[in-house]
Structure formats: structure tokens, C-alpha cells
């Protein structure tokens, strides 16, 4: 099993800047792949970027490329998300996401999950 404790969300301004953090405990030898995933208030729960552990690869989601950059610290086992230039749209529950396998896309595919943290843009 795998554990994985978000913190770093808060209110910020318009045009702001947040760090998220998740760090991972437990049976972390069997991840391939983190990835952060965010859901709105009756949505669903969207992908917003991954990093694979092989290689430190990393992909985004359309609409945060150029403002979000996930990175990993592989001596803490955690995983940060840097959100930059914030917008009121990018208000959601922020979770991190591990996968045994590789992926990152699908909420449905991912293994193990964090219990979120709350993120929210506004004046």
C-alpha cells in the first residue's frame, strides 16, 4: 500500500502563485508514475499533470501548460505541483494520484490516491 498526504493549497489572488506537495509513504517502490488531478465543485475529477518515475518525464493538461510545472524529489519522496499566473478557473480540490503501472491520464486508472487539498482563486 501506498500512502500520500497532500498540503500547500490555500486562497491566493488572481495571477498568484501556489506550490502543492505530495509526499509518499509506504510500499513506494511499486509506483511508476504521480500525477496531479483537480475537481470542481460538481465535476469531475480531471487530469492536470503527471511525471513517470523511470525517466522524470512529464506531460500537462491543455489548460495549465505554461503555468503549472510538476516536479518530483525522489531523496523525499515527494511530488510538487508549482502553479504560476493562477486563474479563478483553476479553483478545485487539488489530489495527488500513484500508479503501479506507468500511467497518469485517467483518474479511473490510478491506484492510489491522496485525500486532497483545497486550492481557490479569487479577489
Known amino acids: 500500500q501506498v500512502q500520500l498526504v497532500e498540503s500547500g493549497g490555500g486562497l491566493v489572488q488572481p495571477g498568484g502563485s501556489l506550490r502543492l506537495s505530495c509526499a509518499a509513504s509506504g510500499s513506494i517502490f511499486s509506483i511508476n508514475a504521480m500525477g496531479w488531478f483537480r475537481q470542481g465543485r460538481g465535476d469531475e475529477r480531471y487530469f492536470v499533470a503527471g511525471?513517470?518515475?523511470?525517466?522524470?518525464?512529464?506531460d500537462y493538461a491543455d489548460s495549465v501548460k505554461g503555468r503549472f510545472t510538476i516536479s518530483r524529489d525522489n531523496a523525499k519522496n515527494t511530488v510538487y505541483l508549482q502553479m504560476n499566473s493562477l486563474k479563478p478557473e483553476d479553483t478545485a480540490v487539488y489530489y495527488c494520484a500513484a500508479d503501479e503501472s506507468g500511467s497518469y491520464y485517467l483518474a479511473i486508472d490510478m491506484d492510489y490516491w491522496g485525500k486532497g487539498t483545497l486550492v481557490t482563486v479569487s479577489s
Open positions: 511525471i513517470r518515475w523511470s525517466d522524470g518525464s512529464t
